[in-house]
């Protein structure tokens, strides 16, 4: 195990690799954390992961492994351990000769060879499989024979791109648990890259946010997911839009949508009001229980025993849960969106960038963040986009744990027309 320490780290981004640059990008994690740096597809993920394992030079910054600068080591001095997304397991080789292939390259004496693979077997579950063909596994199988092989040389830091992008959803679920309990046996210190945040917050402790090259955003991953500091941030994290318009009488207005109250943003300004999926219920029209906002539904989806209701608001249609009664409403029926309290987030824009009306689009999200996040849990520090917590609300009082993750909120570009706000609201 050891802390690992990324200090303005930046590459030029080179059309001759296709990797994208990466850009002033400073975190830590500590020793035995699990941290996921997730974004979209060209973020600069895997960019970022090749230059902590030494396979790219840097253009400038530093890489620490317990403060000692790695950053002009060749990648086999690092203590750095790089797995692949496409595994490259060696299809000639059995489960067991895989996994030790590394160990023989560097002269490990066989004895001590042997007991490495017996005993990471054992922690991956394949000590039945020793002898099996590599074409034999199934895909999951062959993931965790790809852990034990890069887990095999004890590597300091563990490094894991995109480790579960070629598996399907439903083995996927499962794989997640798996892969977080055989590092956690290991007590490894890891960094995986992914564009799916449900990966983020089943495996990780922590969570970057890249956004072209850059941190938008890093923390412990409750903190990241739960209080968005920009509307960028917000978006990746499945979040979608009540209200946007300017403000008047203390509320953001939206014609044909409707108004939600937010405090203190001056009436010269818009504001975009943003909810995750998973905090939105619809409810009637007439309960006097929404935020204010309400919309027709267009959809009804069953989510086992209780449904989902996509609402159209104004040019987009949100996801909600409908917890009413067992019987889900008509399409067409008006109903109101409620929120959960503190859970609402509002972000300053400008004027000139309010939403023109236009046909209805979905805005739902597959990547549902743990629900209901309590907004007291400590954020990270603010960046220059100044990021503004509105106070919380008794009611939701709670002692978080510090985090065990230093890194700063952002160090993208600043942008002060997208202030944000914690809504303590219903």
């Not at 029209?285 to 919309?295: C, E, F, K, M």
């Not at 267009?298 to 909600?320: F, K, S």
């Not at 409620?338 to 739902?364: I, K, M, N, Q």
Request: charged share 20%; net charge negative; aromatic share 4%.
């Amino acid at each position: 195990m050891a802390t690992l320490e990324v200090r303005s780290l930046s590459r030029a981004g080179s059309a001759a690799s296709e990797l994208p640059a990466v850009v002033g990008v400073s975190f830590t994690v500590r020793e035995g954390r699990i941290c996921a740096v997730a974004g979209a597809p060209g973020s600069g993920k895997t960019a970022l992961l090749r230059l902590l394992a030494g396979l790219d030079a840097r253009t400038d910054g530093d890489v620490l492994l317990d403060g000692q600068s790695i950053a002009d080591q060749a990648p086999h001095r690092r203590g750095v351990g790089l797995m692949f997304q496409d595994l490259a397991l060696f299809p000639h080789l059995d489960v067991r000769e895989n996994i030790a292939f590394g160990l023989r390259m560097v002269g490990w004496p066989r004895a001590e060879r042997e007991q490495r693979v017996n005993d990471l077997l054992e922690v991956v579950g394949l000590a039945a499989l020793g002898s099996a063909r590599i074409d034999d596994l199934t895909d999951g199988e062959r993931q965790r024979v790809a852990l034990a092989r890069t887990l095999a040389p004890q590597p300091s830091v563990l490094l894991l791109d995109e480790p579960l992008g070629a598996i399907d959803e439903t083995a996927r679920a499962r794989l997640r648990v798996e892969v977080r309990a055989v590092l956690n046996a290991l007590e490894s210190t890891a960094i995986f890259a992914t564009r799916d945040l449900q990966d983020a917050a089943a495996m990780a402790d922590d969570l970057v946010i890249l956004g072209e090259g850059r941190v938008l955003q890093a923390g412990p991953v409750g903190v990241v997911l739960g209080e968005p500091a920009s509307v960028e941030v917000a978006e990746l994290a499945g979040y979608v839009t009540l209200a946007h318009g300017p403000v008047r009488r203390g509320r953001v207005e939206e014609a044909g949508v409707g108004a939600i109250a937010v405090p203190d943003v001056p009436e010269t300004e818009a504001a975009r009001v943003m909810a995750h999926p998973s905090a939105l219920l619809a409810v009637p029209a007439d309960s006097g229980l929404g935020s204010g906002i309400v919309g027709a539904v267009v959809r009804t989806r069953a989510l086992g025993p209780t449904w989902c209701v996509d609402i159209a608001i104004g040019n987009r249609v949100v996801e909600t849960r409908w917890e009413w009664d067992l019987v889900p409403p008509r399409t067409g029926t008006r109903l109101a969106i409620a929120a959960r309290p503190g859970t609402l987030r509002v972000f300053v824009t400008s004027l000139v960038d309010l939403p023109a009306p236009g046909v209805p689009s979905v805005a739902t999200s597959d990547a549902a963040p743990p629900s209901y996040v309590s907004p007291r849990s400590a954020p990270p520090p603010p960046s220059p986009s100044t990021v503004v917590e509105a106070p919380v609300p008794d009611s939701m009082d709670e002692t978080p744990a510090p985090p065990a993750f230093e890194a700063p909120a952002s160090n993208a570009p600043a942008r002060p027309e997208q202030r944000h706000r914690e809504m303590p609201l219903n």
